[in-house]
């Protein structure tokens, strides 16, 4: 039996992997709970590891996995959307779910720190379960170069698998082309006319640029961690 703060707290952490493909961070679990402090959020994301709803991944900051939902929240086809390797690896008691993989194009390396060179050519291909992706459209990979996506559990050396689109909304994780030259995958923002591409590690700060200098290239929808 889960308290209301710890369904609260599964129910976010469930909608986020689903929208965005990770985990959100501890400061937006305090956000969406209201909570005072970060000390809440651990003490609840403890309970739910310890009642099995949720593993933590470990020597990863703040990567969390869904390994069951309450029945209220179930729904067909459930499967975390963070996977080892090429292929889904569940949790040894999560439900099995039966899904073919699709190949996708390795488009070269991107930036979760300081932007490099914009998106290459295709480096090699890499099979994801298709009910990672998301809606309709072309889906394309990129392996992350760089620690200032982290605390959004995305790390150096995982692949991001990216839903190609030149439009996102406030909060969404995007594949940013800045002046035609220089790739980077950041948290976006739009103010006004200008464009603020934050990062999810403090190290590093947020850079905002006229919104003409600025094409969205996809959206994140999943991540294939590497271990």
Do not use: C, W
């Amino acid at each position: 039996m889960l308290t209301r703060k710890q369904l609260e707290l599964l129910d976010f952490i469930n909608k986020r992997i689903q929208r965005d493909g990770v985990p959100p961070s501890f400061d937006e679990m305090k956000e969406a709970l209201d909570l005072r402090s970060k000390s809440g959020i651990h003490r609840l994301i403890t309970a739910l590891e310890e009642r099995g709803f949720i593993r933590r991944l470990a020597h990863r900051a703040r990567a969390l996995e869904i390994i069951k939902l309450p029945d209220a929240m179930e729904h067909p086809g459930f499967n975390p959307r963070v996977i080892k390797g090429d292929r889904a690896d569940p949790p040894a008691d999560a439900m099995p779910v039966h899904a073919h993989a699709v190949e996708l194009s390795v488009m070269g390396r991107i930036a979760a720190g300081v932007p490099i060179s914009a998106l290459q050519h295709e480096s090699h291909k890499v099979a994801v379960p298709a009910t990672m992706l998301s809606g309709r459209g072309n889906h394309y990979a990129l392996e992350v170069k760089g620690d200032s996506m982290i605390d959004a559990g995305i790390n150096d050396g995982d692949v991001v698998v990216i839903r190609e689109g030149s439009t996102a909304e406030n909060g969404d994780i995007v594949v940013a082309l800045i002046d035609d030259q220089e790739a980077t995958l950041k948290r976006f923002r739009r103010h006004g006319r200008s464009i603020a591409l934050e990062a999810a590690n403090p190290a590093y700060e947020t850079r905002v640029f006229p919104d003409d200098q600025v094409k969205v290239q996809g959206r994140l929808v999943g991540l294939i961690r590497s271990y």
